[in-house]
């Protein structure tokens, strides 16, 4: 079974700060991961995926992320927080040859100003 | 090219009521998913359907809930008999070739039991 921990349920930065939002996931095949965002009433949208080619993944909104197998990692990063960062933010796992995606419980990003 | 529609956005039940969730996947997608998010937790996994085939269904509850996915028309989410507990977000994705590659999702479905 696959499964997902993002620890930090409420992430609070200052604007221009680094944003690091943590993911760790568990999986017995080769991973694919991904880090979605999720406005208020809003669907989610794709930030970035890891499907087993460049270890440093860069997504759209200036997002990257890196996946580390010895530490089966996916942590998420941006160099400088904007106000409108702020949001919730959303890792998954599914197995490569699977379809459906495992999600974890989200990490609530706050911009302080 | 329109993305994925969710219909309605808002709905409101009865206890003992049937709720129906309408998604329209992207023009040229096959595959949908339906995720229900609870209030404060992650999405978790129901159903995943190609046209008229129901693929993985290992997330569905045993009783009262179904889906479809018709040759023609949108996909269809069923609640029989709501009770409080279904409220919740229902989220429709779809994909021309399944979660691995680019999925995108509709802006949910938030159901009101009452």
């Known amino acids: 079974a696959q499964s997902v921990t993002q620890l930090g349920s409420h992430v609070s930065v200052s604007e221009g700060a680094l944003v690091l939002l943590r993911c760790n996931y568990s999986s017995s095949v080769p991973p694919y991961l991904f880090w979605y965002v999720q406005y208020p009433n809003q669907g989610l949208q794709l930030l970035l995926k890891y499907t087993s080619a460049a270890t440093l993944v860069k997504g759209i909104n200036g997002f990257e992320a890196e996946f580390k197998k010895s530490e089966t990692s996916f942590h998420l990063t941006k160099p400088s927080a904007h106000m409108s960062d702020a949001a919730e933010y959303f890792c998954?796992?599914?197995?490569?040859?699977?379809?459906?995606?495992?999600f974890g419980t989200g990490t609530r990003l706050t911009i302080i100003p | 090219n329109a993305g994925v529609m969710q219909n309605p956005r808002h709905l409101v039940r009865r206890r003992g009521q049937e709720a129906r969730l309408r998604c329209s996947p992207m023009k040229g997608h096959s595959h949908v998913y339906w995720y229900r998010q609870l209030p404060e937790e992650g999405l978790k996994f129901m159903v995943y359907?190609?046209?008229?085939?129901?693929?993985?269904e290992s997330g569905m509850p045993k009783e009262r809930f179904s889906a479809e996915f018709p040759k023609e028309g949108p996909s269809i989410l069923r609640i029989q008999q709501v009770v409080r507990g279904d409220s919740a977000a229902y989220f429709c994705?779809?994909?021309?070739?399944?979660?691995?590659?680019?999925?995108?999702f509709g802006q949910g479905t938030r159901l009101t039991v009452v």
């Open positions: 994705a779809s994909s021309r070739q399944g979660m691995n590659t680019e999925a995108f």
């Open positions: 359907l190609q046209k008229e085939n129901i693929i993985d």
């Open positions: 998954a796992v599914s197995r490569a040859g699977n379809e459906k995606l495992t």
